[in-house]
């Protein structure tokens, strides 16, 4: 009996470090990450010194393993007759049973769910793409609103129905176009953060329509920046975002060769862009391949 279980112990123990060696290998190819304390959300490691936790906590876990399979097994290896050896099978049978079916069920679920939301995400992403590159389109087509509107029509708006319309219209688009920015600049900060890339896809579109909204909402037809216009609302709105306050303020302070493009440090301007001075407008990058613009406003 005690022999039995001197090589069962050593048989845990060569499998506890086979299951080390293949993890290590594992990461090799694929990406491992641990839990964020400041997001309670899986964070990429991509830097050997991010990694090496992981092992080292996969390593704990899997002595704390071993170390209970060992007390089972010498329960189940020094019983003191048949029928406490058999008693003592069927609970740990009956256990493992049970958490194989449970984990399962997770899993199982879990999938379910990831799939689901990637499906949603997808579909929503691609609405999100199609309308802003329409609205673009739009803003580059469009005549610009009159720079004077008297006082009194704000009061009055039936005294100049039309131009009251045409800056409600280009303020609603100014707002809209702000929010999403918003969105893009903490979707870019977050995905930089957690290490997610993807297949990158996704993240340059991103960048390229971010890029696209800053330009256009630095249009003087927008204000140009003035009483909180243009690329300045997005500041307001980025410096009002809590998810971006959780995250950001950490990566700015680490010194870096270069700042992404999700930085404020990094937005462009229209002067900076030559690809938007000239016919096209902001919508040039995003819209190369589409139609001639729709002379309504898009809807929201």
Not at 86 to 107: C, D, M, P, Q, V
Not at 112 to 132: N, R
Not at 248 to 277: K, L, N
Request: with cysteine.
């Amino acid at each position: 009996g005690r022999g039995a279980w001197a090589g069962g112990r050593e048989a845990m123990e060569s499998q506890a470090g086979e299951a080390i060696a293949a993890l290590r290998e594992r990461l090799r190819h694929y990406p491992c990450g641990t839990m964020s304390p400041l997001t309670g959300l899986l964070r990429i490691a991509r830097l050997e010194r991010d990694v090496e936790p992981v092992l080292e906590a996969f390593r704990a876990a899997v002595a704390e393993e071993t170390r209970e399979a060992a007390t089972q097994a010498a329960e189940i290896a020094l019983a003191p007759s048949l029928g406490a050896l058999t008693g003592a099978i069927g609970k740990r049978l009956a256990f493992w049973e049970a958490e194989i079916e449970e984990n399962w069920a997770l899993w199982s679920r879990q999938a379910s769910l990831f799939h689901e939301a990637c499906d949603g995400a997808a579909e929503a992403w691609s609405q999100l793409t199609c309308s802003v590159e329409a609205i673009l389109a739009w803003l580059d087509a469009a005549p610009a609103p009159p720079q004077e509107v008297p006082p009194i029509v704000y009061l009055m708006p039936l005294l100049d129905l039309k131009a009251m319309q045409q800056h409600r219209c280009w303020d609603e688009l100014h707002d809209a176009l702000a929010e999403v920015a918003v969105v893009l600049a903490t979707i870019g900060a977050w995905a930089e953060y957690h290490g997610l890339r993807g297949d990158g896809l996704v993240l340059q579109q991103a960048r390229d329509l971010f890029r696209a909204i800053i330009v256009a909402l630095d249009d003087t037809r927008f204000g140009g920046g003035l009483n909180g216009r243009g690329s300045e609302a997005v500041r307001a709105g980025l410096a009002a975002s809590s998810a971006w306050c959780l995250v950001v303020p950490e990566m700015e302070a680490v010194p870096r060769s270069h700042r992404p493009w999700w930085s404020p440090c990094s937005w462009p301007t229209r002067s900076s862009e030559p690809h938007f001075r000239g016919e096209g407008g902001a919508a040039a990058a995003v819209q190369a391949e589409r139609g001639p613009a729709d002379p309504d406003p898009p809807r929201q």
